[in-house]
């Protein structure tokens, strides 16, 4: 399965990557929501190779594929991270295959097509960048930290997420919105940046990246402090040594 994994985001990044120079096909399918023809061939690619080796395993992928996170395995799928930016000419996004066991993340790949860096995680053996072992930052002032965030689409939860940065925003080092929830885990993960917000996380964005977050020493809570599980909305990712202090930042004005 890891092998597929890393094999089928290749493959989609390929397409993507191939993609990027044209024009673009671009459907709304929702407010602020896009999908393009790249997603798409992507998909394909992606879910191709699975069905061929694993027609049993369940599938849930963003472009429509499958449905709920069953009891065995599920390969949980986004097979372009940061359309936005993809249909923009951002050069920010990445391909997403997260496999579940029983709803729980056993493994994890985020491949960047255009710099050439997957990111992999298997439950119990780290997480790596190209076969390098990766590690959490070790940074513990909050002044110092690098936060990301993503807006989210509806002006509901954009109030929400003001509501917190006007709070963590006095006591951080700086904040970056990357536009990729998938690559803002992976690099949380590297130790690139130090805590990540997302008040309206999907179940294909969180999928590889929490458990690259978990492997890499990091932690993964709501933005409350509660367990996180990938078919939750709102989800704080830290290096670990941050995560208190910011969760305290975040809820007392």
């Not at 599938?59 to 996170?69: D, M, N, Q, R």
């Not at 006007?166 to 993960?189: E, F, K, M, Q």
Request: hydrophobic content about 45%.
């Amino acid at each position: 399965m890891l092998q597929t994994a890393i094999q089928a985001a290749r493959c989609a990044g390929r397409v993507i990557a191939e993609r990027y120079p044209a024009g673009r096909d671009v459907t709304v399918k929702g407010y602020r929501d896009i999908v393009t023809d790249a997603d798409k061939a992507a998909q394909a690619v992606i879910l191709d190779l699975i069905r061929a080796r694993f027609p049993a395993h369940a599938v849930l992928s963003e472009e429509g594929e499958g449905g709920e996170i069953g009891g065995g395995y599920t390969w949980v799928v986004d097979p372009l991270d940061g359309t936005t930016n993809y249909a923009h000419r951002v050069p920010v996004f990445a391909v997403s295959i997260g496999v579940l066991e029983a709803g729980e993340p056993l493994i994890g790949v985020i491949h960047d097509p255009l710099r050439d860096q997957t990111f992999v995680a298997q439950r119990g053996r780290g997480a790596t960048l190209d076969d390098a072992p990766i590690r959490a930052s070790r940074i513990s002032i909050l002044e110092h930290a690098l936060l990301s965030l993503d807006w989210g689409r509806s002006n509901d939860v954009r109030e929400q997420m003001m509501t917190a940065l006007r709070r963590a925003l006095p006591r951080c080092g700086t904040v970056r919105a990357l536009g990729s929830a998938t690559l803002a885990l992976a690099y949380v993960a590297a130790g690139w940046l130090d805590a990540y917000l997302n008040l309206r996380m999907k179940p294909w964005d969180a999928a590889a990246g929490i458990l690259l977050i978990a492997e890499a020493g990091g932690r993964c809570t709501t933005s409350e402090g509660g367990p996180y599980r990938v078919d939750l909305p709102d989800c704080l990712v830290t290096n670990g040594l941050l995560h208190d202090e910011l969760l305290s930042v975040m809820h007392h004005a």
